[in-house]
């Protein structure tokens, strides 16, 4: 397996990680980013965005073994890390959690994208 595809696979294979955990763990998955779902609406969203979305998207990257899912996939990190930087800017709150969780998006962006 070539380098690319070794990363691109990683990639894929973290995403669905962290979307099957907060589908099983919503509380707990909320926790680790430093959110709070108090209620059933919330774990709902959770389970949702973060853990549908993920797993799904994941998955069918890993099953596909397709360069276009794994660029979708890695176009999807960009922009929540640019939403994230975007958005820190533009409100002006400038949390060391915020820079964090874009930094981690964008290395999934770097292992989904890299070139190959």
Known sequence: MELAHAFHVAGALATLIRGVLALLWPAAFARRLGLAPGDALGRSELRATHGALLTSLGAFA???????????????????????????????????????????????????????
Do not use: K
């Not at 794994?70 to 890390?81: K, M, T």
């Not at 874009?102 to 962006?109: I, M, P, Q, T, Y």
């Open 62 to 116: 890993v099953f596909a073994q397709d360069q276009v899912a794994f660029a979708l996939l890695g176009g999807a990190w960009v922009a929540a890390a640019c939403v994230r930087v975007g958005g820190a800017l533009l409100t002006r709150e400038l949390d060391a959690r915020v820079w964090r969780a874009s930094l981690r998006d964008g290395s999934f962006a770097v292992l989904l994208l890299w070139p190959g």
